[in-house]
């Protein structure tokens, strides 16, 4: 199978290898995308790629139990490393295309998952989701964010091991069908999409690492949160960098 820009699936890349470089100093904007999904968490939270820990800790700053997994031992490592003395973080190693990695996660029993920009990481997207219901406890809920419109797939989606960018409809289908009832979804972050569109499609050249996508990164990370706030309401049905849902386990 082909990625939507033609280039071969079977050396995508994992961990912390699909995250520009800007990504670690960033905080604002991972907050904003954060509090989308926040408040439909409950006590138990499997969190599904921990990346830079940075969701763990505002979990734990909530007061909920974590179960914090990834497919990179680094990323676990440095997790694990960081909430040492927390009883109430666990780390495992989780890959979405391995469903004994899934099952072996059952006795958490989490009533809820958190899974941000993870998905279109996955081939059978269809079916992880189907292998995480089965694995949570009944009418757990999933805070999900993904990449959105597949007209924005380039060279940046490929270097960050995407297989895929999904519309509102496309993201409720693959729910559905994997058992999910969908409470809401929306577009998330519309001046984002452009930016996106600006160095994937129209630039083309621009990778993960180039120096002018990370220092704007850096800088859409001190006002882009602020402006969503404002945009988010008259553009969420239609248009946005992100595509964010809540659904429940049947």
Known sequence: MNQPDGSETSELPTGF???SPAMADMRAYPAYLFRQVAPYLQDRVWEIGVGHGTYTRWLRDADKMVLATDIDQQCLDDVSERFADD???QTAMVDLTDQS???SQKPFQANSIL??????????DQQALNWLRQNVAADAVMGLIVPAHPQLFGRMDSEAGHFRRY???SLTDVFQQAGWRIQQTRYLNVLGAAGWWYHNRWRKD???ADDSVNGQMRSADRWLPRVARVTD?????FAG???MAIAHAK
Do not use: F, Y
């Open 101 to 103: 990695t899934i099952q």
């Open 241 to 243: 960098l992100s595509v």
């Open 167 to 169: 519309t509102r409809r």
């Open 206 to 208: 621009a990778g993960l």
């Open 115 to 124: 899974c941000l920009n993870v998905l279109e990481h996955i081939q059978d």
């Open 87 to 89: 009883d109430k973080v």
């Open 17 to 19: 290898q699909t995250m």
């Open 233 to 237: 309401p008259l553009t969420q049905w």
